[in-house]
């Protein structure tokens, strides 16, 4: 079974601070996604990672920037968090053999930013 | 413009009734599409990709199905326990991200 992780499934912030999402997939995939999604407007992808310190923007990269030093590991930083980055973050890894498309999903973070 | 449009938005049924959800896609090369099942709070769960004009694949008593331009997934006899958001998102040309659909709400009433 393909597993994906997030270190929190809640957190709460203050505006301004420096906040750390981290992912981590146990599955050897390549491809790893941050998302946010928010009531009425879906997932939106925000930086996905395609190989080891490699990075592209999504859709929504602003505010946002992420790491990617290990094959497992992707992580999301808000370098200066604020009240508009209040979401449910996920993360998804891909890559497989047999279906190198199909995304699979982590339980997600909540993040509150007051 | 690359899209994937779900309908409807929301669904209510009786324990029993059974229905479809549809996901139509307007996009060059399509690789795949894909269905999830998303719970309240929590990450969408992977139920099934398409790869192919007729192909089908069924799962309990979700069945999707796949056309040159939408995907449907019929439910059989719904339970309240497959009360949930249904994703589709589809692959396509050279990109390794994925559209998303705006998701169906389901809830079945016992």
């Known amino acids: 079974d393909v597993k994906v992780t997030q270190s929190s499934r809640y957190l709460v912030k203050r505006t301004g601070e420096k906040v750390f999402l981290e992912c981590v997939q146990d599955m050897d995939h390549e491809n790893m996604f941050w998302y946010r999604q928010d009531p009425g407007l879906g997932l939106r992808l925000i930086y996905f990672s395609y190989d080891v310190k490699m990075k592209e923007k999504g859709d929504i990269p602003e505010g946002y920037s992420v790491s990617r030093e290990k094959k497992e590991r992707f992580s999301l930083i808000l370098e200066s968090a604020s009240t508009n980055q209040t979401s449910m973050y996920l993360c998804?890894?891909?890559?497989?053999?047999?279906?190198?498309?199909?995304?699979?999903f982590g339980p997600g973070t909540r993040l509150t930013v007051l | 413009e690359d899209q994937v449009t779900q309908s409807p938005e929301a669904l209510r049924l009786q324990e029993g009734e059974s229905s479809s959800l549809n996901c139509s896609y307007t996009v060059s090369g399509l690789r795949g599409l894909f269905w999830y099942r998303q719970d309240p709070g929590k990450g969408p769960e992977f139920l099934f990709t398409?790869?192919?004009a007729g192909e089908e694949k069924e799962k309990e008593r979700l069945k999707a199905t796949l056309t040159k331009k939408e995907s449907f997934l019929h439910i059989t006899a719904p339970k309240p326990e497959d009360s949930a958001t249904y994703l589709c998102a589809v692959a396509f040309g050279g990109y390794n991200k994925l559209i998303f659909g705006a998701g169906t709400r389901l809830a079945v009433h016992p």
């Open positions: 998804a890894s891909s890559g497989d053999g047999t279906s190198t498309d199909t995304q699979y």
């Open positions: 398409l790869y192919s």
